[in-house]
């Protein structure tokens, strides 16, 4: 759950897990990469070697023999250019490795969110998953630019440096060896105390998006109810705790970081002056050798200040690992493989069912129903009752604690999941309109041959409508299809549920939200597949449904009246007749307000 899932685990792990699995996913370009920065290292380190052999064997003795000055000016150009030249490289690399595992990544967490429960969005925020799929898949790249990039290639450029003092003069070499251990006690410290803090900036950050999006979406109600000043407070708060959050790392950083370091060389520099002028009084010291030496000491502070900068960087970048990883780890819901690869009739059983989406809060209970084959049922009842709760079910996107659901008599799970949703077809309260093509939105990707399409546009009596329009069927229907009426918009999911030819079709309901001839328009829909389809419908206008064969009432997940309209008409003080003499009443009081 989602919940769940944002408390954030403070170890490295997950991270770390998807860094060494995209770098064995492309070991041979890491290899590559990995001998081009020993290559430009190698460069790197062999120019201040040349400038002391120039030093001592041809300034200081005042002699320049034409064929070695030229040589050694020439190496000495060249290893600058190829280590330029070849550190360009490995940085593109580098990118274009962080790049591709960031594609990659983005496209495993969507393809997994997919595949996720519908239970896990009962509490996830939508905007916090917008945030790791956009934000934390990008800060990846950073573990590959800041971590592999340039923390491997400064480690390289060390360990080359170092090797560089050693010829030299080793006794200079450990005075500059002090630093390393000092400077990891700096970053294990750093980590200790920003690991906390990012990981609640993170967490903030997501919380801003979930705001921003809850508010977008639900702008209308905010301003109808004049919340806007609770919901500024309300994005005032996480603002400002996020604003803390990110001083407080900016704080830690510039305390443990940069200047610490730079404090650090300066101290090892005056030590190594220090040490080489007891080697000039005694003699012993050459110039040349302070020169490189003391180039080789500035060279080796910058990769330690570049590594201690990047590691700011690496840390969040860390951070955003875990939360990805930790999203990755969520169950994904059940990929069936059934016996069965089609429902022949649409028959439906429901045996002794009881469900709760919490196990001690029952929604349904002890439940039993059969519909026949080409049945019209009806399920009715207050808000509350279980109604959308049972279609859920049977689409088998929830699985019931107790009982069973059959359909043709072979339980849910011997269908596998294509199965399932060719052979039962939804059709929703609120419609769900792609930003597309009317086609494409019948279609809906199962490549449907066109005249499957056009008969199912007209079933839902919108074909008509369809071709009166500029580009017909090829009508860009743009974001929440709002070209189109709110009626037809629920034809057009009509038309969408009825072009796949199920076998069980599902309304939910479905005229909830729309006019009187809407109304009609469905209700016709439905009687041209009525006996070719198991339709059941989930309605609370009971007009539409008083023709169904066989009418459930719910109350409080239980059933307690069945039968069609004229038995249950007949019941007194029944449920069902006090709810459709109360709509009929309201009907006459609206008609006659009119």
Not at 101 to 118: E, M, T
Not at 226 to 233: A, G, I, R, V, W
Not at 493 to 498: H, N, P, S, V, W
Request: glycine share 6%; proline share 3%; aromatic share 8%.
């Amino acid at each position: 759950m989602e919940h769940k899932t944002d408390a954030t685990d403070h170890t490295d792990s997950g991270s770390l897990r998807l860094l060494i699995s995209y770098v064995i996913a492309d070991k041979s370009q890491f290899i590559k990469t990995l001998l081009l920065v020993v290559i430009a290292t190698g460069f790197d380190v062999l120019g201040p070697m040349l400038g002391k052999v120039f030093i001592d064997d041809f300034i200081i003795p005042d002699q320049y023999p034409t064929g070695p000055v030229i040589g050694t000016i020439t190496l000495f150009i060249a290893t600058v250019v190829l280590s330029t030249y070849l550190n360009y490289q490995q940085t593109l690399k580098f990118v274009d490795m962080a790049l591709n595992a960031v594609l990659d990544i983005r496209k495993s967490v969507f393809k997994h969110i997919l595949k996720l429960p519908v239970a896990y969005f009962d509490y996830a925020r939508t905007g916090q998953l917008v945030s790791r799929i956009t934000n934390d898949t990008e800060s990846i790249k950073d573990i590959y630019v800041q971590f592999l990039s340039s923390v491997i290639s400064n480690l390289i450029l060390l360990i080359g440096i170092l090797v560089a003092m050693a010829i030299l003069d080793v006794q200079l070499m450990l005075v500059s060896l002090l630093l390393v251990p000092i400077v990891a006690t700096l970053i294990y410290l750093y980590q200790r105390f920003s690991v906390k803090i990012v990981a609640e900036s993170r967490q903030l950050r997501s919380d801003i998006n979930a705001t921003v999006n809850e508010s977008i979406s639900g702008m209308p109600v905010i301003q109808a109810t004049n919340q806007q000043h609770s919901k500024l407070n309300q994005f005032d708060k996480i603002n400002s705790r996020y604003y803390t959050t990110r001083l407080q790392t900016i704080i830690v950083g510039s305390f443990l970081l940069r200047p610490a370091i730079n404090l650090l060389s300066i101290i090892v520099l005056a030590g190594v002056v220090w040490f080489f002028g007891l080697k000039a009084v005694q003699g012993v010291a050459q110039v040349g050798v302070l020169y490189a030496y003391l180039n080789y000491l500035g060279r080796f502070t910058k990769p330690l200040v570049e590594i201690t900068q990047r590691f700011g960087l690496y840390q969040q970048a860390i951070v955003a690992g875990n939360r990805v990883y930790q999203l990755l780890q969520e169950t994904s819901a059940q990929e069936q493989q059934g016996i069965h690869k089609q429902i022949e009739h649409g028959r439906l059983c429901i045996e002794n069912m009881r469900f709760g989406y919490t196990a001690d809060t029952p929604v349904l209970e002890d439940v039993n129903i059969t519909i026949e084959a080409g049945q019209f049922f009806a399920i009715v009842g207050h808000t509350g009752s279980g109604k959308s709760t049972l279609l859920s079910l049977l689409l088998n996107l929830y699985q019931p604690q107790s009982g069973r659901i059959t359909i043709d008599g072979h339980p849910l799970h011997e269908f596998d999941h294509d199965t399932l949703r060719q052979g039962v077809g939804l059709i929703p309260q609120e419609p769900f309109i792609l930003a597309s093509s009317i086609y494409d939105n019948i279609d809906m990707d199962r490549n449907l041959d066109a005249d499957a399409v056009y008969q199912a546009a007209t079933q839902a009596h919108l074909h008509a409508v369809i071709l009166s329009m500029p580009d017909g069927y090829q009508t860009q229907l743009g974001e929440g299809g709002l070209r189109l009426s709110t009626g037809q918009r629920q034809q057009l999911i009509i038309a969408r549920a009825l072009a796949g030819n199920p076998k069980i079709l599902l309304l939910d309901e479905a005229t909830a939200n729309v006019d009187s001839e809407t109304e009609q328009i469905v209700q016709q829909a439905l009687n041209q597949v009525k006996d070719l389809v198991t339709i059941i419908v989930v309605a609370h206008r009971l007009s539409t449904i008083h023709h169904a064969d066989r009418i459930l009432v719910l109350d409080r997940g239980r059933i307690t009246e069945q039968g069609s309209h004229q038995q249950l008409m007949k019941i007194p003080h029944g449920r069902y007749r006090a709810m459709y003499e109360l709509q009929q009443q309201e009907e006459k009081v609206v008609q006659a307000a009119s």
